[in-house]
């Protein structure tokens, strides 16, 4: 079974610029999750998809970050503009249920200048 | 809060064995997951518990005590490919999973 695909995994800009990361996750999985790790810190979620529904993304920043799942499956997460504290990895996880074990792709890490 | 809380780094030699400890508020748990995760890479599921008592899986073993919101991951006969943090997570009645720091272990020859 495959795991959870993300790309791009590293990606450098420069600050006030768009940036977006894709996330495929495993076959069947209903459940998707995108969270923000810092270096030294555990996974911190920004939101929460059942199907194409997102179902907590409280801790969103929505004055720059947005995400979409369109159809129930890949997932693109968003930041317009980038700044700098917002260097960090990006990882995104699925799982069959709400309840489910979470897998967890590689991530994208996000170096912003 | 639903501060999760496990030491920021342990070391321990070859062969050894040891217990990484995590601490977390007991209101509204679900259940208590194990990740570990090597330098740059993703988090890997390792262990899950949501009884009472020690769940054990090779060299890896979780234990877990509701009543006192606590739970340990023992790793036995450690090997340098060991040397990774390892994450403590818990499931509360919200659906969301609130990670610990990580204990960053270190293995020495």
């Known amino acids: 079974e495959a795991g959870v695909v993300q790309s791009p995994r590293y990606k450098i800009i420069e600050k006030k610029q768009p940036v977006a990361f894709w996330c495929n996750p495993i076959?069947?999985?209903?459940?998707l999750y995108w969270y923000l790790q810092n270096l030294g810190q555990g996974p911190e979620l920004l939101i929460r998809?059942?199907?194409?529904?997102?179902?907590?993304d409280s801790q969103l920043p929505k004055d720059r970050f947005s995400a979409e799942r369109l159809k129930g499956v890949d997932s693109t997460l968003k930041i317009q503009p980038a700044e700098l504290g917002d260097s960090a990895v990006y990882l995104c996880?699925?799982?069959?249920?709400?309840?489910?074990?979470?897998?967890f792709g590689p991530g994208t890490r996000l170096l912003v200048l | 809060g639903q501060n999760i809380d496990q030491p920021t780094e342990m070391t321990a030699t070859e062969g050894a064995i040891v217990q990484i400890n995590c601490t977390y508020q007991?209101?509204?748990?679900?259940?208590l997951f194990w990740y570990q995760q090597h330098a740059g890479e993703a988090p890997t599921f390792l262990s899950y518990?949501?009884?009472?008592g020690l769940e054990e899986k090779g060299r890896f073993s979780s234990f877990l005590s509701r009543s006192k919101g606590y739970s340990y991951l023992l790793l036995k006969e450690l090997q340098m490919k060991d040397s990774a943090s390892y994450l403590c997570?818990?499931?509360?009645?919200?659906?969301?999973?609130?990670f610990g720091t990580g204990t960053r272990l270190q293995v020495f020859p």
């Open positions: 996880a699925s799982s069959r249920t709400r309840e489910g074990t979470q897998y």
């Open positions: 076959s069947g999985h209903n459940t």
């Open positions: 998809y059942e199907n194409e529904e997102a179902v907590d």
């Open positions: 007991t209101s509204g748990f679900n259940g």
């Open positions: 518990n949501v009884l009472d």
């Open positions: 997570a818990v499931s509360y009645n919200t659906d969301k999973l609130i």
